[in-house]
């Protein structure tokens, strides 16, 4: 009877103590996941995109755990990406916007899972440059990254795209000296894309680097000028970067060691 007794004492003891560390690993793993969710996921190196790395290595369908707001390009350069409410857009070079295949590879790319931290209402801004210093009052910590998201009514925009390239590839710089550009007037839509520090130079744009999709999710582009009637910004504050790099043989043979600062400038005007 006693020997009976010892081993269900044992039995419940053992049961208890297996399923606390379970639930202890539960915990464990739902804080890791929120940290998770609080981390700008970037796919390779600014650098690397400005000499010709283009072809993609992670799948739209992976990106998509990583992140439901962003911005980046698709396998061969293929146009701007616009991840915004968990889709992944891409606008090509007819200025169109289309629903990016789960298979689409990407060669660079940054993404998070949205959540507000702090807004601010718009109105009648000139100029992306004046909007650039409307929100910059909004980065409370220069030491970390945000991502935005900007709704409005918009008196014109201006985007561009680039056209997918074929091997041997070109430096960026080149490919967009002869973008297509696009203009829109008196039309709804939504800035995305993220505010980065200033040493994050070589690995993303620091500052401001921000895409368009109209609110039909029809057009878009990467933005180069605007004029906003109204509108209201929400920004992410976020402390942590997760750097994906690309495993293929032109990353790996890529200088990324030398500054590209005014290649990037030409880039992004």
């Not at 915990?27 to 000499?51: G, Y």
């Not at 507000?116 to 210093?133: F, H, I, M, P, T």
């Not at 750097?243 to 890529?254: E, P």
Request: proline share 3%; charged share 25%.
């Amino acid at each position: 009877m006693l020997k009976k007794l010892t081993s269900v004492v044992f039995l419940l003891v053992f049961t208890l103590v297996v399923n606390g560390c379970a639930a202890k690993k539960e915990t464990k793993s739902q804080a890791e996941i929120d940290r998770a969710k609080d981390t700008v996921f970037q796919v390779s190196a600014i650098n690397a995109l400005l000499q010709g790395v283009y072809d993609g290595e992670i799948t739209c369908s992976e990106l998509k755990k990583q992140g439901d707001l962003g911005i980046g390009t698709l396998d061969g350069l293929d146009g701007e990406m616009v991840a915004l409410d968990g889709q992944i857009y891409q606008v090509k070079s007819d200025g169109q916007a289309y629903v990016a295949g789960d298979e689409v590879r990407c060669p660079f790319a940054s993404l998070t899972f949205f959540e507000v931290d702090g807004s601010r209402e718009l109105k009648e801004v000139a100029s992306y440059d004046n909007l650039q210093k409307s929100i910059d009052s909004m980065i409370v910590n220069p030491n970390l990254f945000y991502a935005v998201r900007i709704d409005g009514t918009f008196e014109y925009v201006k985007t561009r795209s680039v056209p997918k390239q074929s091997r041997p590839y070109r430096p960026l710089a080149e490919v967009t000296a002869s973008q297509p550009v696009f203009e829109f007037n008196n039309v709804k839509g939504t800035l995305v894309g993220f505010w980065c520090p200033k040493y994050i130079e070589g690995i993303n744009v620091p500052g401001w680097h921000l895409h368009f999709l109209t609110a039909d999710r029809k057009q878009g582009g990467h933005l180069l000028d605007c004029r906003l009637q109204v509108g209201t910004a929400l920004v992410d504050e976020t402390a942590d970067i997760h750097l994906a790099l690309l495993k293929g043989s032109d990353f790996r043979q890529a200088d990324l060691r030398t500054d590209r600062q005014k290649e990037l400038e030409k880039v992004e005007k």
